[in-house]
């Protein structure tokens, strides 16, 4: 009966009234109409002065505690009249909750991403910080006199070093691009010279598996883009590296463009390697992911080249692609801005 403001406030003044009526009728000489004139006016004044302190004594401290709580205020004037305020305040609380739930998942997962990143990165840094121990150890222990293994141990040693130094670039430069403290350094030059320094580069490696690294089609004309020159590099360096690491021995990797638009290129870094299974597919891009995680270490990968790849491609505004057969082989692709 009482669920609405304004059936409080109404039936206080018509119980009022009524009161009022029947005592007049009863202990006054007061004819009907006059009796029926002052109780209705009563119930008027009943009925102002329960508006106002249902306002004051409830509606204004309810507010309080709301906008202390939910940070939410009500409309005061829809709330006293027309709706029923703790139905309102349920439905208030309840949204509050489920978001208060949602909060708690997210924070959760971040703590067990949390927990899940220092481990893989101390499970990384373990091996090249005992292999480096167990070289220095060996020398400590008369190796170091002996002619024919001091020298090669310490280059072993300094391999490992450069390992560990490599690692926490990577993750120096994933942390910037998890805080957002990336800035680009956009700026216009030619695609096809770019490719061709990383070609250059990564010459030996490719020798190594005698790979043939080269452009798919004879590229005849220049190719000038928009972006950060530098990241690029590192973002094709990257992809051509792990074509030639995970490729077909004695196979190729072919580098090619599609020119969409006036507006955007689309590179592709093609290998015939062993390729990626369904279900790996969109894992590689995850941060320490390896599909083949004991093998892996013959490469010495630590699975986050693809993660700063794609966050790369992302934070130029563009967006990263992979097509994989087993047995057949790979494509990463991505898209970038024409100047
Ligand atoms: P890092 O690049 O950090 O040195 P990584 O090469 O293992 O180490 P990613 O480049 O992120 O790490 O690649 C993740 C995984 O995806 C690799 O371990 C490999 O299993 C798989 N992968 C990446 N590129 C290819 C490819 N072209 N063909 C087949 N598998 C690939
Ligand atoms: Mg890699």
Redesign the pocket.
């Known amino acids: 009966m009482f669920k609405k403001p304004i059936h409080i406030t109404i039936s206080f003044s018509v119980i009022g009234c009524s009161i009022i009526l029947v005592l007049l009728l009863v202990f006054s000489d007061v004819g009907f109409g006059i009796s029926s004139l002052i109780a209705m006016a009563i119930g008027g004044l009943i009925f102002i002065v329960s508006q106002w302190v249902l306002d004051k004594f409830i509606f204004e401290r309810m507010n309080l505690i709301l906008d202390k709580l939910l940070n939410i205020t009500y409309e005061r004037r829809v709330l006293k009249l027309l709706d029923d305020p703790f139905e309102l305040i349920d439905s208030k609380v309840n949204t509050y909750l489920e978001k208060q739930e949602k909060e708690e998942e997210t924070l959760n997962e971040q703590q067990n991403f949390r927990r899940e990143y220092i481990g893989n990165i101390a499970h990384e840094l373990k091996t090249p910080i005992f292999t480096t121990q167990g070289y220095i150890l060996t020398l400590l222990d008369g190796g170091l006199e002996d002619e024919r293994i001091n020298r090669d141990y310490l280059r072993r040693a300094d391999k490992s070093i450069e390992r560990i130094i490599d690692l926490l670039d990577?993750l120096d430069l994933i942390t910037k691009l998890d805080s957002g403290e990336f800035p680009l350094e956009y700026e216009t030059f030619d695609l096809i010279q770019l490719v061709r320094e990383v070609f250059d580069a990564l010459e030996l490696t490719a020798k190594e598996r005698n790979i043939t690294v080269a452009f798919r089609t004879s590229p005849k004309k220049q190719i000038f883009v928009d972006a950060d020159r530098n990241r690029i590099y590192q973002v094709i360096s990257?992809?051509v590296?792990?074509?030639i690491?995970?490729?077909k021995e004695g196979g190729s990797v072919d580098v090619g463009f599609n020119t969409m638009s006036d507006q955007i290129v689309h590179i592709e870094?093609i290998?015939d390697?062993?390729?990626?299974s369904d279900e790996?597919l969109l894992k590689?891009?995850q941060r320490f992911?390896?599909?083949?995680k004991s093998g892996?270490r013959k490469?010495?990968?630590?699975?986050?080249?693809?993660?700063i790849?794609k966050h790369i491609v992302e934070a130029h505004g563009q967006s990263m692609n992979v097509n994989?057969k087993v047995g057949v082989?790979?494509t990463?692709s991505f898209t970038l801005k024409l100047a």
């Open positions: 990577d990257n992809l590296v792990n074509a690491k995970y490729g870094v290998d390697g062993h390729g990626i790996n590689v891009f992911y390896r599909v083949d892996g490469q010495g990968g630590s699975g986050l080249g693809l993660s790849v994989s082989g790979s990463f």
